[in-house]
């Protein structure tokens, strides 16, 4: 069969692309919010089409041919053009547009952010669309890259090279408790945290190894344990335990007042042990440097959440 590559179209030319950064089938379909049958089959057309296996299966995934090789870096700068003229030829306006934004962000990153964010968008931009994403930040590297997702925001390490950074806020770790928990009535003291049922509460990210290494520190110098009766994943319903039982949960601080203000039976205490505070930013991918409703969108975050 020899090689057609005037039957190519450009969306088997982006599924080559992620299937090369990922070097996986299936991390490829996450990337690019499809199915893997889906990316599998783009892959048997470009088979077809090139004349060539593309991929050889080895101990590391999927390593490209020769071929795939030489065209990938042409692909990246055509694709990567095509992208950005497109961009800049679409006109955005806020109040007319219903643009969907895809965040990458754990649970607690949603709770945070959205409710307050949406509120807002309710008023300027009432059509604009949000969507989270909660995957591991290798996939979600490949997915910004792609343009599938358009900003992570919470307590990400660094993404990458040509990955961008606003930091938007401080954070520190509060204890949150029920208001008949004897414990709201003073001060809470470390032997009384050590003494307490605790529900560990671990979110993607990296703001629970912060806490983690605090508590770590603490129960060695003390040479304890905790008591804890629950551990979750995920945030929801959280506040109703903690609401209706003796327990003790070890939050960030802006994830406790959104609790404390919708339930008036909880209350939060300072954390009793010295602990670093930790940055919640905004990344993007430097390819939506230029796409204004991206810029928009973070003026949107900054806007609202930024310390200063």
Partial sequence: MSMRPDLLDLNLLRVLRTVYATRNVTKAAQALFTTQSAVSNALRRLRERLDDPLFIRGADGMVPTALVQALIGPIESGLGGIEAALRDTRAFDPRTSDRLFRLLGNDLAQMVFVPPLLRHLAGVAPDIRLETVDCPLEEARHAMSEGMIDLAVGNWPEIGSDYRR??????????????????AEGALTVSDYLAARHVDYRPGGDSYPVLMRALDSLLLERNAGRHIVFTAKHGLGLASVIADTDMLLTIPGRLAASMTARIDALVARPFPYPTPPFTISAQWHVRSDHDPAVCWFREQLVLLFSDG
């Fill in 166 to 183: 606003h930091d938007l806020f401080t954070e520190t770790f509060v204890v949150l408790m029920s208001q008949s928990n004897p414990l």
